[in-house]
């Protein structure tokens, strides 16, 4: 969550990648953020001083596996243990880092004569990548005329920012060497904050609508708060300032709870260090202390009703149910979960006034336990934690139709609503359309409720209720009342009554409506899968791929290591089979072995399973009937 909330609110961004490993999962999961907020990067190949660095393998698979036009921008002067330097591909000239921190640049106008053929060759490749994506580029290069520097600084710039190009830079940042470099590309080729075209929600009578933000020291203000922090003098809040000048003193406005506050401190940050000022301006990153928010609430200085639309939160995969030990632990424990969950929006916590237990729901095993560590080490709160629940949903794979009637007449007042319509399935195309127009206080996977009616066979007061009535049934699905995702519910016709139709009625009908309808359609369970990527020593290798296999996992491909002295194998993994892996691989690997995993997706568990917790929730559900 953390390289998602700074993407959110970056103007660019740099793709680090080891110069051993090349692309890793994580690099895919970082690229797939890159793209979901449209961040222009570039490239640094990291490592070169380590055994088995090989920055070419790693620009290939920056095209094979993330589909990216890049070209390297400079060619390294020796690898491994001999790595010196590099020669910039758009200067030509040789830069050595010298002194015992790599902070000594040594710059000299010719290239060695050992590389003096690699460079021409990189150099070409670079101009053939931008010359499929720059028309002036591309014209002097058929035209067989040499491109100035200038020049081809100002293509690389454009077709960077217009995410066309990846420029790749190189170097090892443990000895300070192709930093600077770096720190030079970041300059010259990624965009300034005018640059970038951002976008907001104005909030109006009619409801609401999208606008362009202007990055305008003069327009009003607008902020969002992508960040919290427990700083030395309280919370600390990161804030992106869209459009406007903040001042300290200024008061400022909640878009979301409408309460207005003072800036009491306002602070630039420089790594841990803070530098007190005085005022900030659109395109600036600034923090400030005494902030009463949760991440992703927009700000302004209450002349208008706009806020930035927010970041990509996942759901949550996982929960745990947590209790404090002792009673006078509670208030502490109350104090932590408001804390953490406002800092951190993939963190939810709900209550069960039954059990009074909380449920905590987070993206895996690991996420949670890091929160509860906290707890205890911050708020000294010990829990009571119970076994992990995996968040199930549940879909449709068709359509079926409806025509249901919901009936209570025995005298005086009663109840009467009849509907008719469908429910169907939706690609993931709609579904993901469906999530990203839903507002931020929609429960719902990729819903949608359609009104078809002609006419007045359900007075038009009572058709928000029918609404209402199948969102309950998607959120409670069929099966396992788990939600249910990608549903369109469907409303054609119906029928009312004058004295015992009611808005409860049809809200009633409609659940219960839908819900048989989607039983009908073909509704299945689906459980999480995660993304999951092992490294191990190559003689571990098989009792690695033993255990996926055991744990219901399909394998997506292993390789070698540079030197050959490891493994690294991904496969796709059920979270349900997921539990205890860490300790099952120490074991497995005489302690050796190491593993990441990640969210990829929801998808059907086997039909045994399926049939297993179907009569596990109707058990519950009887027990807690008895209750």
Request: glycine residues 8%.
């Amino acid at each position: 969550i953390e390289v998602e909330r700074a993407l959110r609110v970056l103007d660019g961004a740099v793709l680090v990648l080891c110069g051993v490993s090349g692309v890793q999962s994580q690099s895919v999961t970082v690229d797939r953020q890159m793209k979901r907020y449209n961040v222009p990067r570039i490239a640094f190949i990291n490592k070169l001083d380590r055994m088995g660095a090989n920055p070419w393998k790693v620009i290939g698979d920056l095209r094979d596996v993330l589909k990216l036009n890049a070209a390297p921008m400079q060619v390294p002067i020796g690898l491994e243990g001999d790595h010196k330097g590099i020669v910039d591909l758009v200067t030509k000239q040789t830069i050595t880092f010298e002194g015992d921190f790599g902070d000594e640049l040594v710059v000299k106008d010719s290239v060695p004569e050992d590389l003096e053929d690699l460079v021409e060759e990189k150099h070409m490749e670079m101009i053939e990548c931008l010359a499929d994506v720059d028309d002036e580029v591309a014209e002097l290069f058929l035209e067989g005329e040499d491109i100035p520097v200038d020049t081809l600084k100002g293509a690389v710039r454009r077709a960077t920012i217009a995410r066309d190009f990846v420029p790749v830079f190189m170097g090892s940042a443990f000895k300070n060497k192709g930093v600077h470099t770096l720190l030079d590309g970041v300059s010259e080729y990624l965009p300034n904050p005018l640059e970038v075209p951002n976008s907001g929600v104005r909030i109006t009578k009619d409801g609401e609508e999208v606008f362009d933000v202007a990055c305008d020291d003069k327009a009003p203000l607008l902020m969002l708060a992508f960040k919290l922090e427990e700083g030395r003098y309280g919370q600390l809040t990161y804030m992106r300032i869209y459009q406007g000048t903040l001042k300290r003193g200024d008061s400022i406005t909640n878009v979301k709870t409408g309460k207005k506050l003072k800036v009491p401190r306002l602070v630039r940050m420089h790594s841990d260090e803070m530098e007190e000022i005085q005022v900030a301006s659109a395109g600036d990153v600034v923090a400030m202390f005494g902030v009463d928010c949760a991440s992703m609430d927009s700000f302004t200085d209450g002349t208008h009703q706009s806020a930035m639309t927010s970041m990509f939160v996942p759901e949550p995969v996982m929960s745990l149910a947590v209790k404090p030990k002792e009673s006078t632990m509670f208030d502490n424990f109350t104090k932590a979960i408001s804390k953490f969950t406002k800092e951190d929006p993939t963190l939810r916590a709900t209550a069960d006034a039954k059990t009074g237990e909380t449920l905590l729901s987070g993206m895996g095993e690991l996420h949670l336990e890091i929160y509860i560590e906290r707890m205890e080490r911050e708020y000294n709160v010990k829990l009571d934690v119970g076994n992990p629940k995996v968040q199930y949903r549940e879909a449709i794979q068709g359509r079926c139709e409806f025509n249901h009637l919901h009936k209570k007449q025995t005298g005086g007042s009663g109840q009467f609503a009849r509907v008719i319509g469908f429910v169907e399935n939706v690609s993931d195309e709609e579904m993901e359309k469906m999530k990203r127009g839903a507002s931020e206080d929609d429960e719902t996977l990729g819903f949608e409720f359609v009104n078809e009616m002609i006419g007045t066979n359900i007075p038009p007061e009572y058709v928000p209720s029918c609404a209402n009535g199948a969102k309950d049934a998607v959120l409670q699905g069929p099966l396992i009342r788990a939600p249910v995702q990608g549903v369109r519910v469907v409303l054609q016709d119906g029928q009312s009554h004058p004295v015992d139709s009611s808005d409860n009625a049809f809200r009633t009908c409609m659940t219960t409506a839908a819900r048989e309808s989607m039983a009908k359609a073909g509704a299945c369970v689906l459980e999480p899968i995660m993304d999951v990527e092992v490294t191990v020593p190559t003689e571990f290798q098989g009792n690695v791929i033993t255990g996926i296999n055991r744990r219901m996992g399909m394998l997506n491909g292993s390789e070698p290591s540079a030197d050959g002295s490891s493994y690294t194998i991904r496969a796709d993994v059920p979270l349900s089979q997921m539990f205890g892996y860490s300790t099952d691989l120490r074991s497995s690997t005489q302690g050796m072995g190491e593993f990441s995993m990640e969210y990829k997706t929801h998808a059907p568990v086997p039909r045994d399973t399926q049939a297993e917790l179907i009569k596990q929730f109707e058990e519950e559900r009887k027990a807690g009937e008895e209750d």
